[in-house]
């Protein structure tokens, strides 16, 4: 079984490079062996390709910039995912996200290999402060109905690990705030919850400068209302 990590990078307030260095020691580090990562890098210099040239050499790597588009979070990822051509399945992972640690990988593939019909899985996971040395709190994933609204009881999509093939869905380009939440959304209605990893695979860094942490209420109040004319919700409170 082969597993792509769809990885978007972007200068991430000139953290970028740094994130992606300490990821790529978490990913040298596992226990499973075959994968690959696939870089989509919306960066205007080089310091994304020569942190990834630098791993080249003890990690797969699929390199691509991306030159249009730079300031949509869901395309960049969607861009890595369609570049995890051949692989299995697809583990989704934020730039300032991490593998928690050398077992993350072989612990979902565990989880796969009980459950080969399934479409979607998503895991437990832990939150670190900046440095990625502190952990702060554990949170394992729930579905509930109001995902669709932004109830958000999975997590980020570093937790996600989707199935390569037929089924595949991709991120509303639309949305950043709610980008998960739509996804989540569109997988439950399509095959039910996802299949839980209980261990912890993922630590979410927990940073000032995260981009969800700098969004405005007219933007917030803008995808809650995209939303709920893509599926016909009700009317909900403004954020303003």
Known sequence: MTIGIALPCYAMKHKGAEFLDFS?????????????VSISDHCSDNRIEDVA?????????????????????????NVAMKNCEG????????QDDFLYDEYAIENT????EANPEAKWFTSACQHSDESGLNFTREFHPAWNDKIVE???TISSPSVITLKNDDSLQYFDLN????????????????YGEPVIINEVTIANRLWGSQATNTLSDERKNNEHEYIKQKYCLPNRKSYA
């Open 24 to 36: 790529f020691q978490k990913i040298s580090e596992q226990t499973y062996r075959n994968l690959f």
């Open 53 to 77: 040239r630098h791993w080249a050499d003890r990690i797969e790597i699929r390199y691509q910039r991306k030159t249009y588009n730079r300031e949509n979070a869901s395309d960049n990822m």
């Open 87 to 94: 692989a299995d399945y697809i583990k989704l992972l934020f």
């Open 109 to 112: 593939v565990k989880v796969i």
């Open 150 to 152: 932004g109830v958000n």
């Open 175 to 190: 949305l950043f705030w709610l980008m998960d939440t739509d996804l989540y959304h569109r997988y439950h209605e399509k």
